[in-house]
């Protein structure tokens, strides 16, 4: 439907959520306040505006008023935008005919204790949402090609898994990993806690990547440059200890960059052969019979973790210090295991496995924070003394001390690659990803996704999980021939545009570039410089606008026209 020379009728519907809304906002009462509001031609309230039914409602209302605009008054954007811009597409609308105004987060919610204001506040709100409705025009949207490869950073479980699930549904696949061989940290591993044959479970994994012709293997690999956007991506590779270079286009990144154990600095690490680590201790439960010569073993939790460095917990400290300790007492059934704990975090089932250490006659002593676990050496005999809050100060003289390290992020290599990416990496430099609850594999950038510990610390079951759950959101993109952008994106006024760069430097998504022209003036050739949004990069932020120092770059949908109307709306006293 044209409507971009018709006079504005709106149609507004509000919401009573239930009680989230109108428990506190007078609903019925703002309902008749925006029919007396200019260009309103139908208003009326819903108990939840976004069931079925009421779509249906909306759709229907929109043909009986020849609405030409839809305002719903409801809860968030965030989750329901997208499901009434669908609507009025499908009632004939252009979907940036739509408006949505927050009123639970924004009135209800904060006024919860102030109804008369949460009410009045309402108001406001909506005056404002139909003086900007009044000054909407149709966008439009663009079609871009898809290539349907993916590439995959990474050649650890996570991204091995997540290569194969991609392949097993036809798409070819680049795997990239930095070192000589596939496996990641799951090559230090020998059993999980219930028992599965973890190196067994390796071979077969790297067996299946070699042999699956649709996975292409990039060992002893470096990125160089990433470019492109969701769909188009190109990435300049060198491998084979950089004596081979080659441009690889794909539709879709799959970050899968893993992490890496913590090396202690406490305890003497690395100075006394009888001080290692849970991964060579394992190490030697499994390839070795040292244990059969050990009386005693105590084992440190938490070492290098949960401090100002660290302040997380990396989940599987816990489970490998009770798993090896079952190990060694199968093996020795008379050696003496300490475990030195402050919290003891066996994760979802694994809680058996600790009463399980229990009656195996692991014990398990706690100390405080304040207070860790000391080590003396004398006269070659290892001395920990550690102060448990119910027992004192008690000293223990061990064969060997294992110290329980966590995980930590690659931090050097996480930088370099976040700034490829332009993603995000948390305090910790992990991968931050878009929404913990809402978006939890996908990156703020469009068809870029992460899995395993590149994104935190977690086990093998949780990354390979994470990984099918990555490949399934690449696969919506790969899956399609072209992709439909948003038509809600930044646009310069090339004539205002003095090509200062300032619009480029400010935006997140890489979605500017400084474009030479050539002019001639009386028969002189000069060059400039004007500012380019690629639209499928963009995303409307505005942060370009608001930083542009000649007011050159616009928002659709939020251009001066719009922004100026609610301004003086609000300035209107209801």
Known sequence: ?????????????????????????????????????????????????????????????????????????????????????????????????????????????????????ATAKSKDLLRMSVAKASQLIPLQEQEITVINKGLIIGGGVSGMSAALNLASQGYEVFLIEKEGSLGGLAKNIYRTLENDDIQEYIENLIKKVKDNQLIHIFKNAQINTISGYIGNFSTNVSYGNNSKSVDLEHGIIIVATGAKEYQPKEYNFGQDQRIISQTEFEKDLFTTDKIKGLNSIVMIQCVGSRNEDHPYCSRICCSEAIKNALKAKEINPNIEIVILYRDIRTYGFKEKYYNLARDNKVIFLRFDES??????????????????????????????????????????????????????????????????????????????????????????????????????????????????????VAVVIEENCIGCGS????????????????????????????????????????????????????IKHFGFEQINAMISALLIQG
Not at 41 to 61: G, P
Not at 507 to 512: G, L, R
Request: one cysteine or more; glycine letters at 4%.
């Open 503 to 554: 619009c480029m430097e400010v935006c997140q998504f890489n979605a500017i570039e400084l474009i030479e022209e050539e002019r001639v003036f009386e028969d002189i050739t000069f060059t400039i410089k004007k500012s380019h949004v690629n639209p499928a990069l963009c995303k409307g932020c505005g942060t370009c606008s608001a930083q542009c120092p000649n007011s050159t770059i616009l």
């Open 1 to 117: 439907m044209d409507v971009s020379d018709q006079p504005p009728r709106i149609g507004i519907f509000i919401c009573h959520c239930g009680i989230n809304i109108g428990g506190v906002v007078d609903v019925p009462n703002v309902v008749e306040y925006v029919k007396t509001l200019p260009d309103v031609v139908y208003a009326e309230h819903n108990l939840y505006t976004c069931s079925a039914d009421t779509q249906t409602n909306i759709k229907e209302k929109i043909e009986e008023n020849q609405l030409n605009r839809v305002i719903v008054a409801s809860c968030t954007p965030r989750t329901h935008e997208s499901l009434f811009q669908a609507t009025i597409r499908e009632a004939g609308l252009n979907k940036y005919l739509f408006e949505m105004v927050n009123i639970r987060d924004q009135c209800s919610w904060v006024h919860m204790h102030e109804p008369e204001k």
């Open 371 to 488: 207070k860790p676990p000391e080590l003396n050496i004398k006269n070659k005999k290892l001395t920990i003394t550690v102060n448990n809050p119910d027992l004192g100060d008690l000293e223990i003289n061990p064969d060997l001390l294992v110290l329980s390290t966590g995980l930590v992020a690659p931090i050097k290599e996480n930088e370099e690659l976040a700034k490829m990416l332009k993603v995000p990496l948390n305090e910790d430099k992990f991968f931050l990803e878009a929404h913990v609850k809402l978006r939890p594999i996908d990156f703020a950038t469009d068809g870029i996704y992460l899995c395993g510990c590149a994104h935190s610390p977690k086990d093998l079951r949780e990354s390979i999980a994470q990984s099918n759950g990555a490949a399934a959101q690449a696969v919506k993109i790969l899956s399609t021939e072209k992709l439909v952008t948003s038509g809600l």
